[in-house]
């Protein structure tokens, strides 16, 4: 009757060996750490950076704990503060010689400091946030006006475009602040003018006003699409932030908007505030040009002349000097695609682009004009730009066409991310700056420690007091349902806050509710008479219905929280969802596995370590 298959056993065996696996590298602690990651897009780090990191460090005296690459950064473990801000000071002195212009970035970290064999099965330890860890938490303002302004800028490129098309004649096109103007001569181009407008720019309210013998149509965004302009430009500079982040190796940034123009960033572990303030306001920018063919260009190139007006000099990739007209074709915000891939013919490498529709008629329109000349892509970082690439002009291009030529396959695929790099939509500027030491984030763990150590204590106690042997295995349980709870957050990386300690400590005081309702039915039927064995038996059986009804309400609202929530609560919803699935586990499979384990092989049992049963006068428990 209460005795468990083999294989349910096995299960229990698997889920504490794992759960021990997985909970162990939050042990361990963190170490500090360097970190070296790419100061611009178009810049590796690989092999020879970590030579280079090492031999910095031999010649400073430094013995790391362990030098790692990984595919984006170059990460140096230390065994103190003191040795962290010694290192960081050697490296950014071998690695960036000019300040002003840096290609890398050299900026202090913590690094979990688990054992390599836990490392090896992808045993991580929890990820802290920032009231945990320490960090800096930024509030950036999001410049809606530049937003608006470069969206009217983008409209009267495109209106020139249209008019163009349809044959209209103009006194010319330009934008005034947020709205664009344009002058015409006579009643029948401004009718064709206003018809180019109503088909093609329905986000634009049009006003006609005098202008001398002139008329002047005065084009602005309705409020409506300035309010998707603003929307787009915020999560824009979100997705772009995010991206930008990762440059700093934090683990569980939080970024999210706050209001209607602002954008709240949170780095746990961060403790170099000026890395992190670098990162955040870098502007980068995608720009297509032509390359200037004539002969002054050529002789500028060398250095034999200078550079022609209307043109100016950048530097390619290889270090070769390409002089590149000034006229914009086209910008980054038309690009929608970049993918690595392979001539069909020759089996070369190249890069797939592809644009949007007005991108597409500017490419159609240009390549026609230039074919066999060449077209520059830059890329600007801090004002500076670089040629990408600048290959020629085969044939006429649309939406999609191909960049290829003496290209590897690494490449091919390094040109494809960088042209895939976002720029922010709109200029931003921190106005609320916060950092949270270490020290601070330390005494926050030891609170939310305690807190849940003594009320994990305080709930053992009662138990064994209250139900005997019952009461020290819903004890055990409610420590494979802590452990569980740790392990399953630390599988999914999860990142534990104040709230998710919180959280923690709720969940144990709902855990233990479930065995209370078995341990109470067990007595319930103990003192209707029923034998030990068939009362445990009934007792877990029958209390599973409304352990089930319980959690499963709880967990709706878990569930409600998780989806509505944000930030702390939404820390704390996790906690909770998942702590409930846990103590369901431990409170019913595993506290029954210990119970018929030691009660189940006992054919004639008489009696069970329960607690005080108080039977009715003259009820005598039935034997078996």
């Given amino acids: ?88 000071d050697a490296i950014q002195k071998a690695l960036v010689p000019d300040p002003a212009d840096p290609s890398y970035v050299v900026a202090l970290n913590l690094l979990s400091a688990s054992p390599q064999w836990l490392t090896a099965i992808r045993a991580m330890p929890m990820y802290l946030g920032l009231d945990l860890r320490g960090g800096v938490h930024f509030m950036l303002q999001v410049d809606m006006q530049a937003a ?69 149509l005065v084009a602005t965004l309705k409020p409506e699409a300035a309010r998707r302009v603003q929307e787009q430009a915020l999560k824009q500079n979100i997705v772009t932030l995010h991206n930008r982040i990762n440059e700093l190796g934090v683990a569980e940034p939080v970024i999210q908007q706050q209001g209607l123009d602002r954008i709240v960033v949170q780095l746990p572990g961060v403790q170099d505030t000026a890395k992190a303030k670098d990162i955040l306001g870098r502007t980068a920018t995608l720009e297509m040009r032509l390359v200037d063919e004539s002969a002054e260009a050529r002789a500028a190139e060398v250095g034999a002349g200078p550079v022609p007006f209307g043109s100016e000099r950048y530097i390619e990739r290889g270090g070769r000097a390409v002089i590149v007209k000034k006229q914009v074709i086209l910008t980054g915000d038309s690009l929608t695609d970049a993918q690595p891939g392979f001539e069909q013919q020759t089996q070369q490498p190249k890069v797939d682009l592809t644009v949007d529709a007005k991108g597409g008629r500017i490419m159609r329109d240009v390549s026609r004009e230039n074919l066999k000349k060449r077209m520059a892509i830059l890329l600007f970082e801090k004002g500076k730009g670089e040629v990408l690439t600048a290959p020629v002009i085969q044939g006429e291009l649309g939406n999609r066409f191909q960049i290829s030529g003496s290209m590897s396959v690494n490449e091919a695929s390094d040109l494809a991310l960088l042209l895939r790099a976002g720029s922010l939509a709109a200029p931003m500027e921190i106005i609320e700056e ?62 534990l806050t104040l709230p998710g300690m919180a959280a923690m400590a709720l969940a144990l005081g709902m855990a233990i509710d ?3 309702l078995i341990n109470e039915r067990v007595r319930e039927e103990l003192r209707n008479g029923v034998a030990p064995q068939a009362a445990i038996h009934a007792g877990y059986d029958r209390a599973w219905a409304t352990i089930l009804d319980s959690n499963v309400t709880t967990l709706i609202a878990g569930v409600a929280l998780l989806a509505f929530g944000s930030g702390p609560v939404r820390g704390f919803a996790v906690v909770h969802c998942i702590g ?36 009715p006068d003259g009820a005598v428990a039935r034997p078996d």
Avoid at 41 to 53: E, F, G, M, S, Y
Avoid at 160 to 185: D, K, T
Avoid at 586 to 615: C, E, H, M, P
């Fill in 580 to 615: 409930i699935l846990t103590s369901m586990f431990s409170a019913v499979f595993f506290s029954r596995g210990l119970v018929n384990l030691w009660y189940g092989r006992q054919k004639k049992l008489k009696t069970v370590s329960i607690g005080t049963v108080w039977r």
């Fill in 434 to 495: 916060l950092t949270i030491g270490p020290t601070l984030g330390a005494e926050n763990i030891a609170k939310g420690f305690h807190s849940v150590a003594w009320g994990f204590a305080a709930i053992v106690a009662f138990m064994a007091i209250y139900y005997m042997l019952f009461g020290l295995i819903s004890g055990l349980a409610l420590a494979v349902n802590l452990l569980l709870l740790v392990a399953i957050l630390s599988m999914l990386q999860a990142t």
């Fill in 1 to 88: 009757m209460n005795r468990y298959p083999v294989w349910k056993y096995a299960i229990i065996l698997v889920a504490l060996v794992v759960g021990v696996l997985y909970t162990l590298p939050n042990f361990f602690g963190e170490v500090p750490a360097v970190q070296v990651s790419p100061g611009k897009a178009t810049v590796k780090v690989d092999a020879a950076v970590q030579t280079r990191i090492e031999q910095a460090l031999q010649a400073a005296g430094i013995t790391p704990g362990a030098i790692t690459l990984d595919a984006s950064s170059v990460k140096v473990r230390l065994d103190g503060t003191d040795t962290q801000l010694r290192a960081k």
């Fill in 148 to 216: 608006l302004t470069k969206r009217a800028d983008s409209l009267a490129g495109d209106l020139r475009l249209a008019l163009r098309e349809a044959g209209v004649r103009h006194g010319g096109i330009q934008r005034s602040g947020q709205s664009v103007e344009v002058r015409l001569r006579d009643a029948p181009a401004v009718t064709a003018t206003r018809r180019v407008l109503q088909d093609q720019f329905s986000d634009l309210t049009v006003a006609e006003q005098p202008d001398g013998s002139d008329i002047r």
């Fill in 514 to 516: 479930s065995n209370v």
